[in-house]
């Protein structure tokens, strides 16, 4: 089956970078969408960032300019940088994927990964 595996949170200061990457495994045709999604304490999820199969790419108003998403599509992966990290951006970061598996359509996503921002 399709498995998504986010990497790379952690805890980092003001100001810090992180990087991280979603690995997609399992009988994969194609992947049409991937983005990323976080939910910190006491709120509800919200898009971060979403990149398309032909690069197209979209961003939370409030990570604008400092997180970049990006894909390796021979890899099924998809990356988040980023820079510039704030405490707001603190919560936990899911992968979604749009994609194909054999012949069927559906979303799925990662387990989530923690990233802290704290002085």
């Known amino acids: 089956q399709v498995q998504l595996v986010e990497s790379g949170g952690g805890l980092v200061h003001p100001g810090g970078s992180l990087r991280l990457s979603c690995a997609a495994s399992?009988?994969?045709?194609?992947?049409?969408?991937m983005g990323w999604y976080r939910q910190a304490p006491g709120k509800q999820r919200e898009l971060v960032a979403t990149i398309e199969s032909g690069k197209y790419t979209n961003y939370a108003d409030s990570v604008k300019g400092r997180f970049t998403i990006s894909r390796d599509n021979a890899k099924n992966t998809v990356y988040l940088q980023m820079n510039s990290l704030k405490p707001e951006d603190t919560a936990v970061y899911y992968c979604?994927?749009?994609?194909?598996?054999?012949?069927?359509?559906?979303?799925?996503w990662g387990q989530g990964t923690q990233v802290t921002v704290s002085s």
């Open positions: 399992g009988s994969i045709f194609s992947i049409y969408v």
């Open positions: 979604n994927a749009d994609l194909k598996e054999g012949y069927r359509r559906g979303l799925y």
